[in-house]
């Protein structure tokens, strides 16, 4: 982690380091497999996979900020959100991420980058017209320690292979169906249980890589919480802007929520209504429930001191 005064998070940093050894492993293992079941694609499998990795890793700001249609801000576009940013920066000790903001009505916040120096943070206008200052100021202090903790990137490396497994397979098959095998006759008798192995392989990959993500994302989003409570000094403002941005989404139209959800593992918090954000093994944040918990129990300690 960084130094900054955003408090260290033992936990998460083992789980990131766990997560990233895991997730390095099964790359592997589906590359491995994809080769020795594609003989004659294995130039474009390696090629696919290292130059995807490669675009992943270093473009992941730019390609996350145009997926979510983010756009860089300046200052006097939007000071009052500059200035906050500033202020947050200094008080961590932090260099200052770009700030981006996202012309979307639905209220959310996230932060992209392989670093410090490359790190996006973005907010919506629909989170921007909802939320006090104070309000505002905790959210982007949550986005902002997950550049601190550097969680941002490994979010960004493990979800990659889901993307991956999807983008080999269809390369993979069609070239191994179509110019990977020696003997016509071969490839008319093998092409097809090549093609359901193929499959199966990927499945197993995206399916373990999922359940790997979910797993970071929801410890994450806890340990944002504390550090930005605990930085400001205002963990209220901070569970006032989660219970008022979950509940706002249940006024956004569903396919706007639609288009947003499969960002969700980046965002504050889940672009779903509050009767589907249900705490479970498949949800990329912990309940509403268990945050506003969490800070109850730093302010009760924060009362005391």
Same mark, same amino acid.
């Given at each position: 982690m960084a130094r900054t005064r955003f408090a260290p998070?033992?936990?998460?940093?083992?789980r990131m380091v766990l997560t990233m050894f895991? !997730?390095?492993?099964?790359?592997?293992? #589906?590359?491995?497999?994809? !080769?020795?079941?594609?003989k004659g694609a294995w130039p474009i499998v390696v090629v696919v996979a290292a130059g995807l990795f490669i675009a992943q890793f270093w473009f992941s700001d730019k390609i996350a900020a145009?997926?979510?249609? =983010? +756009?860089?801000?300046?200052? @006097?576009? #939007?000071?009052?959100?500059?200035g906050a940013v500033d202020r947050l920066c200094a008080l961590a000790d932090m260099q200052k991420p770009r700030v981006a903001v996202a012309q979307s009505d639905v209220p959310n916040a996230f932060a992209t980058g392989r670093n410090e120096k490359n790190?996006?943070?973005?907010?919506?206008?629909?989170?921007?017209?909802?939320?006090? &200052? %104070?309000?505002?100021?905790?959210?982007?202090?949550h986005e902002l320690?997950?550049?601190a903790h550097k969680d941002v990137m490994v979010m960004t490396i493990a979800g990659f292979l889901g993307v991956l497994a999807g983008v080999i397979t269809r390369v993979g098959? @069609? #070239?191994g169906m179509f110019g990977g095998f020696d003997r016509r006759d071969n490839r008319d008798d093998n092409s097809g249980m090549i093609m359901?192995?193929? !499959?199966?392989? /990927?499945?197993? =990959?995206?399916? !373990?890589? #999922?359940?790997?993500?979910?797993?970071?994302?929801?410890?994450?989003?806890?340990?944002?919480?504390?550090? $930005? $409570?605990?930085?400001?000094? +205002?963990?209220? *403002?901070?569970?006032s802007a989660l219970t008022k941005v979950t509940g706002q989404m249940a006024a956004i139209?569903?396919?706007?929520? +639609? +288009? *947003? @959800?499969?960002?969700?593992?980046?965002?504050?918090? &889940? $672009?779903?209504? &509050? /009767? %589907? $954000?249900?705490?479970?093994?498949?949800s990329t944040h912990p309940s509403l429930e268990k945050r506003l918990e969490q800070l109850g129990k730093i302010s009760a300690e924060l009362g005391r001191q």
């Open positions: 998070d033992r936990g998460l940093t083992n895991l !997730i390095g492993l099964l790359y592997v293992v #589906f590359v491995g497999a994809l !080769i020795v079941l594609l145009f997926s979510m249609g =983010a +756009r860089e801000v300046t200052p @006097q576009e #939007f000071p009052e959100l500059h790190a996006v943070v973005c907010v919506t206008t629909g989170l921007l017209r909802r939320l006090e &200052p %104070e309000e505002l100021e905790g959210v982007l202090a320690s997950h550049v098959v @069609q #070239f359901l192995a193929v !499959i199966a392989v /990927s499945a197993v =990959a995206y399916a !373990i890589s #999922f359940l790997l993500t979910r797993m970071l994302s929801r410890y994450r989003e806890l340990s944002a919480d504390r550090s $930005a $409570a605990e930085l400001t000094g +205002r963990p209220s *403002a901070l569970a139209p569903t396919q706007d929520l +639609r +288009r *947003a @959800q499969p960002f969700n593992a980046f965002y504050f918090a &889940p $672009a779903l209504k &509050p /009767s %589907e $954000a249900i705490s479970n093994a498949f």
